[in-house]
C-alpha cells in the first residue's frame, strides 16, 4: 500500500494533491479508472500542529497503513520557479 502525509496547515492546493493521490477525488479517480485505486490507502493523514509528538504520530499512523514495502509520500507543498 501506499499513503500521503500532509500538514494540517497546508495550502488547499496541496490537500487537492494529497487526496488526488489517495484516490479520495472522484473526478480524478473517474479519469484514472483502468487504476487499480487499492494499491493506494484511501486516507490522507494530517497533523495539526509541527509538533514533534504530532508529526511523528502522522507519520507512524501512515506507515502502519502503508505497510511492509510500502512507501509513505509527505506532501509538503510545490515549489515554483521564480523569474
Known sequence: ???VVAHGASKAIEKD???QFAGLDTF???QFSAYDWSLRHPKV????TAT???IIKAV???A???GSGGVVIIATGHGAAVP
Request: no cysteine.
Open 1 to 3: 500500500m501506499k499513503t
Open 17 to 19: 494533491w494529497a487526496n
Open 28 to 30: 480524478v479517480k473517474n
Open 45 to 48: 493523514f494530517t497533523y495539526a
Open 52 to 54: 514533534w509528538t504530532d
Open 60 to 62: 507512524s499512523d501512515a
Open 64 to 66: 502502519a497503513a502503508a
